[in-house]
């Protein structure tokens, strides 16, 4: 690997990981910078989960106290990601590069949509299920069909899975955003590993663009965490945005004209 793009992708990283501490999105960055330096878009996706799953980990066990305990219906949420992960993956191992290029900016579209309305999704999803049931959900094995999907589209792509995680796992902690949060980065941890076994498998991932933009990651998410305490989530939410609607018109333009 060249100087340049070992820097390139140790910035990448530190931004990533930076970004993510503050307001989520760190694949809106992660993943084209991979793209840049030569990847291509499928071993970019199984790079960048395999580059990012260790700083949601961490991010998870700093935050052990929040974690609901390990009863059933949380047993039930962690193998509905496990499960859906790995369908996910072997997905995008049986999608052909060309095909996976038309797909890159409409997954790239949809990750900003989520991102830039994140709350409001949450928040909607929430207010159904007060509305139909008329009390705070609990985690339970009947949220499994609705985390399903979701872990299969973050072993697919993963951009977008944290805000996605977070709206679904809302339902399951009455609202409440920090055991929301700190549950999140754990199923998106053991979802990002799972993945990142069936691409390791596949010989999908490029360790050394990997472990670069790792390195970056880790460091950036201790910032990040310093920087939340006093940065306006808000401002970083929309500054995120713009990036991904930027992204989805360069490689709307780069892969279907």
Known sequence: MELAAAALLGVAGLAGGTIASLAGGAALITFPTLIAVGL??????ASNIAALTPGSLIAALSDRTQLPPLDRGFVGLVLASVIGAGIGAMLLMLTSNRIFEILVPLLIGFATV???FGEQISGAMRARSLAKHGREPEIKLT?????????VYGGYFGAGLGVLLVAVLQLAT??????????????????GAVAAMVFAVQGSIDWPATLTMMGGALIGSLIGARI???APREIMRWVVTAIGVILTIVYAWRYWF
């Open 114 to 116: 989520l991102f830039a």
């Open 143 to 151: 949220s499994i069909p609705m985390l399903l999907p979701v872990s």
């Open 174 to 191: 009455s609202g409440q955003y920090r055991p929301a949060n700190a549950t999140k980065n754990l199923v998106a941890a053991l979802n």
């Open 40 to 45: 291509t878009p499928i071993s970019a996706i």
């Open 228 to 230: 939340a305490r006093h």
